[in-house]
């Protein structure tokens, strides 16, 4: 009978030499490949923030398709909230009460063409600024506005699109945009990313949304004109 003949101890090194530098190099390749997670959320969270104002805009609760269109005595912001509420899967709402973040003090924010990165930087800072508490956790302060039922925090809201602001035919008229601010992972170490949302619908991205949907300025940032 034959001896059967095994594998030496310098041949078995050579393999597992050759098994870790392929796995060096495959390593790195695998894991960028591997889908961001914060980004898949953050753009759900931007075509459902588009679909949402397209049905807010062309739903009763505002006339002639312009949110600024509310009763008298009524709260902008509260309506908006609660129109995005009603379009959207929430686990957890804070519409009504006085804790929750108020991103820009009921100032609008204005897009600038002629300075377009700072003025987007500008955009970002609003939600950048701010930070989040998880209400689950207890606390009263620094509440989000809503969270869809994803895990992703949504504030802002709290702009009333004053209508001087967008007569047509007014030699100063300017467009206001009311903050929208997203956190993907909610009381997490990502930042928050702005949005702008105008009173005909419009959406305005900042800077790090761009760079996030990798696509560029001119398809991606929505402008005045």
Not at 12 to 25: D, N, T
Not at 54 to 62: F, H, L, M, P, R
Not at 106 to 114: A, G, I, K, R
Not at 126 to 139: I, L, R
Request: glycine fraction near 8%; proline fraction near 4%; hydrophobic fraction near 35%.
């Amino acid at each position: 009978m034959k001896a059967k003949r095994g594998f030496t101890l310098a041949e078995l090194m050579i393999v597992l030499a050759i098994l870790g530098i392929v796995s060096a190099v495959l390593t790195p390749i695998v894991f960028n490949a591997a889908p961001d997670e914060n980004k898949l959320k953050f753009k759900k969270a931007y075509y459902t923030l588009q679909r949402t104002v397209d049905a807010v805009i062309n739903s009763d609760t505002y006339t002639e398709g312009n949110m600024g269109n509310v009763p008298p005595t009524a709260d902008p912001s509260k309506v908006m909230c609660y129109s995005f509420l009603d379009m959207l899967n929430t686990m957890y709402d804070n519409c009504e009460a006085t804790n929750a973040i108020v991103t820009n003090s009921s100032n609008p924010y204005v897009y600038d063409s002629t300075n377009a990165t700072t003025s987007l930087d500008t955009l970002d800072s609003y939600c950048t600024a701010t930070s989040v508490s998880d209400p689950f956790q207890g606390g009263n302060s620094n509440l989000p506005k809503f969270i869809t039922q994803d895990g992703i925090y949504w504030w802002g809201f709290d702009y009333d699109f004053d209508s001087s602001s967008y007569l047509p035919g007014s030699s100063t008229m300017r467009t206001d945009y009311a903050i929208v601010c997203v956190d993907v992972d909610g009381s997490g170490p990502e930042q928050a990313i702005a949005f702008g949302v105008r009173h005909d619908g419009k959406v305005m991205v900042g800077n790090k949304a761009r760079q996030w949907l990798g696509e560029g300025s001119g398809s991606v940032i929505q402008t005045e004109n």
